[in-house]
């Protein structure tokens, strides 16, 4: 099993990583949370073009084969950016569309594959995912529905077409909108693998949190090094240090987490690197908020985009506790005697 990217892995991020640097993300971001889509669908049409959801197609359906190693690289740098959108529920999509041959039979690929694959992969059609409430009083709840070309929810008899069912609520993350969905309309495949698609939503969610996490670290050094108390760098202080590196420490056992769930997409293995990436996030968003002082929790501040965003993935396509709950449910399995009734 390996662990690290190798040079063509590390180059798609690196291009990834230069091409999101240079489109002023903070503005896109704030331009999305306003309402103004253009900025941000001319990044989203860039992203689909440097083929990150075809990683999570199957080759036949028009996609690249599915490469979570490459996904979960490719995520981690845009929550590095925190690019905004529905980015893990188009690989949800992505997933349910392109399901693969054992789900769906071959000769039902020109089906909703064959329709709304082409439009996800070109970046043209935005799309959203609900999937099914733990909750059944709960409703079906769609992030960005409200600008997406493209709404599907995750019904009890499959997956359907669905149309927004009011009015969008606000997130802890201003660039996110939930939107509630009526999934009443076409009935697309009876047999929509809803499992797999969440373990490829927790992977992205996973590596997404991660790159938040990393930038907010990032971004604190860099603060802590330039601002000064008592005539020294507060970044000179012992306690800070500490901080920094608990922070650090945590991000970086969590990279194997995420990248070792990538090559074993077991279901056990990507909670526990969701629930260990999003932890170290969100102790990450703490200490970058403690030491930013009052300036951090500004929203003029571009800090303020990350924080945000790393609570809002911490419960996103499932909190810490059911990822617990799934870790733990098979760490039992495996370990119960082979005799045991």
Not at 36 to 59: C, K, M, Q, T
Not at 157 to 171: N, Q, V
Not at 200 to 217: F, H, N, P
Request: aromatic fraction near 6%; include cysteine.
């Amino acid at each position: 099993m390996r662990f690290l990217p190798d040079a063509e892995q590390r180059a798609f991020a690196g291009s990834l990583h230069a091409m999101l640097s240079a489109a002023d993300t903070p503005a896109v971001i704030r331009d999305w949370s306003d309402g103004d889509r253009v900025s941000g669908r001319a990044l989203w049409a860039r992203i689909a073009g440097a083929g990150v959801f075809g990683l999570a197609v199957p080759e036949e359906c028009g996609g690249l084969g599915r490469h979570p190693v490459e996904l979960a690289l490719a995520f981690e740098e845009l929550g590095r950016h925190a690019v905004p959108g529905p980015l893990v529920e188009t690989v949800v999509a992505a997933v349910l569309l392109g399901a693969p041959p054992a789900a769906v039979p071959r000769n039902a690929v020109p089906g909703p594959a064959g329709r709304f694959l082409p439009g996800l992969l070109a970046g043209t059609d935005l799309v959203t995912v609900a999937g099914p409430a733990l909750d059944s009083d709960a409703a079906l709840l769609a992030l960005d529905a409200d600008a997406a070309s493209l709404r599907l929810a995750l019904a009890p008899d499959g997956l359907r077409l669905a149309r927004a069912a009011g009015t969008a609520r606000p997130s802890l993350d201003p660039a996110r909108r939930l939107t509630p969905l009526t999934p009443d309309g076409e009935l697309l495949t009876p047999h929509a693998p809803y499992g797999l698609a969440l373990t490829w939503a927790r992977l992205a969610t996973a590596a997404q949190a991660l790159g938040v996490g990393l930038a907010l670290l990032d971004r604190t050094v860099v603060y802590v090094r330039r601002r000064t108390q008592f005539g020294v760098p507060v970044g000179s202080f012992q306690a800070v240090k500490h901080r920094l590196a608990d922070a650090r420490t945590a991000l970086e056992f969590a990279r194997p987490l995420v990248l070792g769930a990538a090559v074993s997409l077991r279901p056990a293995d990507v909670a526990a690197a969701k629930l260990k990436a999003c932890e170290a996030a969100y102790r990450t968003a703490r200490t970058a908020l403690q030491l930013h002082g009052a300036i951090g929790y500004t929203a003029e501040y571009d800090l303020s985009l990350w924080l945000t965003k790393a609570l809002a993935l911490r419960t996103a396509w499932g909190t810490p506790e059911q990822c617990r709950e799934v870790f733990l449910e098979d760490a039992l399995k495996t370990s119960a005697p082979s005799d045991s009734p």
